[in-house]
DNA sequence: TAGATTGTTAATCGATTAACAATC
DNA sequence: TAGATTGTTAATCGATTAACAATC
């Protein structure tokens, strides 16, 4: 159980989050079947890309009739490993970290967290969520006990580095990174950033662009 | 001035940042001269994709020495357009939305908050950063009035497309999107979106594929 | 000058799109 | 059965890598 998709380009995963995403809303909205067409319309992806895409993992849909919307949303979160429960603490306690605990997203698709590391003594303590907030020299020795799978940074750039050595020491399989950096880590652990000010500054770029084109047709 | 760029690739405009960030660590360990071999080992691309990408926006680089690396950090800088100041609010002022509006990439490279904006009214009449948080009914009369250019969502789900209505009537040119969704705004109007949900997803993705992966081994 | 390294063209690789036979 | 739409192969497109002449 469990197939090995390792042949699946990460162009094709990273869509996959998007299906699933758009899949969720047409459930809520009653739909229970859509073709490649129609779907392609929504989302954006031509028809032909969603029909390969969905073909990397199995055939899902039915000739003459579509994709059953439930299944394929089904199919897709199992895929995403979203029917597994992952055990979780995060590190940095500020504003970040809080917001991540509290996104309604994040506890609905089985991310359970089991503890919040600070340094800051105001913090350490208090509770989020009923969830605990440790002192972070507590790490190494929680995440072995807890057996903890996934360990979120959202502490500042500069101690980041030092935490990911720890939770990797510690066991961890995953790292989910916002700090500003590129974390080093063994071969054998995950690692996904989320780098928003990489984000920010594209948004940047294509702004400035815009004017400059602007003020070029302008003349 | 400030040239066109259309032509590039969204591929390469997606890297940019990470020399910007790179160039700017060698910069702060006094590194002062960097060949793309060298830049290639830090970063992860190769040296020839590296010399490619700048290629695109000029030749900064001297043959038998490489590129400076003050030069290069602020020339992609200004492709950035990080030599600007932009005008900014925060919509919804949770924890999502404070965590921006003290994320230090952002005070430092010229994103000038305006406010913030949320309808929770024990938040509303708050400061951060000495900023205040307005009600969010303010919103279309406060970005005409400031001739705000960037609106910054970290509303629920529910609300932000009317948020994004309300911004783009109101004349800002581009939306930097926290909500897990995507809206829909007129063709001038630029989008960035930050998923969150898609990135943890992939995560999981990753960590499933591996955990199938080491299963099917062990047999 | 000799060595190093860029800028740039050409070759390769991978991803997307088009087309259509298979089939529900 | 006829119509619709998938699954899948083949064609195209774009992005990455390799190679090397230009030149500092």
Redesign the pocket.
């Known amino acids: 159980m469990g197939r090995d998709f390792t042949d699946v ?4 995963v990273r ?1 996959l989050p998007k299906y699933h995403r758009y899949l969720k809303d047409l459930l809520d909205k009653e739909v229970y079947r ?6 392609s319309r929504l989302i954006g ?11 990397c993992f ?10 059953n919307v439930e299944e394929l949303y089904n199919e897709i979160g199992k895929i995403l490993g979203l029917n597994k429960i992952y055990s979780t603490v995060i590190i940095g306690a500020g504003n970040l970290g809080q917001a991540i605990a509290n996104y309604p997203h994040f506890v609905k698709y089985g991310f359970k967290l089991y503890g919040l590391f600070d340094s800051n003594p105001k913090l350490i303590g208090m509770k989020i969520r009923d969830i605990n907030i440790y002192d972070v020299d507590a790490i190494e020795s929680f995440v072995e006990k807890n057996q903890i799978e996934i360990g979120i940074i959202c502490t500042p750039k500069e101690v980041a580095q030092d935490i990911a050595d720890k939770l990797t020491n510690a066991g961890v399989k995953g790292i989910w990174n916002f700090a500003p950096l590129d974390i080093k880590v063994p071969d054998d652990v995950i690692v996904e950033n989320v780098h928003l000010s990489e984000s920010l500054f594209i948004l940047s770029y294509l702004l400035h662009e815009k004017e400059a084109l602007e003020a070029a047709k302008r003349k």
């Open positions: 380009s990460m162009a094709v869509r859509i073709s490649s067409r129609e779907l992806f031509t028809a032909s890309q969603i029909r390969q895409d969905l073909n199995g055939g899902f849909g039915q000739q003459g009739y579509g994709y």
